[in-house]
């Protein structure tokens, strides 16, 4: 099983619809948790970190649920400069000490 | 302008010949990475270093090598050991402590042997 398991989609979507995406993590020791926004052939970009309360920035919701183990992210009224693909990040503490574990990531279009 | 360069952006080489690609951040992060990601996969860690003068292996150091003489700098030498070159290598660095853990990339560095 992946430390850190998403989707791949691709999930495709109308302009102005409202999307989810779940992403599950293996190490109940994981500590922090951040979503990433990736674009065709460039670097990660930090979308959000994610807090135990779960956290809002304009139209981005992240969730945590501890207990099974996963985090959430939910675009609402989707813009087509959404299209990208969202990784999934977790900091959690393995034998050796904390590491970084990247998802592969979840593939989003938005369409006109 | 605060930030993480990384230069050059595309690199071609010929099989059997030693590069070294650079990465700078002026963001005074302790902590700094390189990743590799290969077409529709996920990032996966060569080599990080928390602080100056140390540097630890990542899940797939072998082929490469690093430095980290200043906290500025963490340059990748991709050695003709490394079977496979032809990637997207990516570096990061992240405050580190109380400052925080995420991390911030560079620009990347697209490198094709043949």
């Known amino acids: 099983r992946k430390e850190v398991e998403q989707d791949p989609g691709p999930f495709n979507v109308p302009e102005g619809a409202t999307v989810a995406f779940n992403c599950t993590y293996s190490?109940?020791?994981?500590?922090?948790f951040f979503w990433y926004r990736q674009d065709c052939r460039k670097e990660p970009k930090l979308l959000m970190s994610?807090?135990?309360s779960g956290n809002e920035d304009g139209r981005f919701t992240a969730q945590l649920n501890r207990a099974s183990q996963y985090i959430s992210l939910l675009i609402r009224d989707s813009k087509l400069s959404d299209s990208a693909t969202y990784l999934c990040?977790?900091?959690?503490?393995?034998?050796?000490?904390?590491?970084?574990?990247f998802g592969a990531g979840t593939r989003l279009f938005v369409k006109a | 302008d605060g930030g993480i360069t990384q230069s050059p952006k595309y690199l071609f080489r010929k099989e059997g010949q030693n590069v070294t690609l650079s990465c700078e951040q002026n963001?005074?992060?302790?902590?700094m990475y390189w990743y590799r990601q290969d077409p529709g996969q996920g990032l996966r860690l060569i080599y990080y270093?928390?602080?100056?003068?140390?540097?630890q292996k990542g899940d797939i150091a072998e082929g490469y090598s690093v430095s980290r003489e200043k906290k500025e700098s963490f340059p990748l030498t991709v050695t003709s050991a490394q079977k496979n070159p032809t990637a997207f290598y990516l570096c990061?660095?992240?405050?580190?402590?109380?400052?925080?853990?995420?991390?911030?990339f560079g620009p990347g560095t697209r490198l094709t042997v043949t």
């Open positions: 990061a660095s992240s405050p580190g402590g109380t400052g925080g853990y995420e991390q911030y």
């Open positions: 190490n109940s020791a994981s500590q922090s």
């Open positions: 994610v807090y135990s």
């Open positions: 990040v977790v900091r959690c503490l393995d034998t050796g000490g904390f590491k970084t574990i």
């Open positions: 963001l005074n992060h302790d902590a």
């Open positions: 270093s928390q602080i100056v003068n140390d540097f």
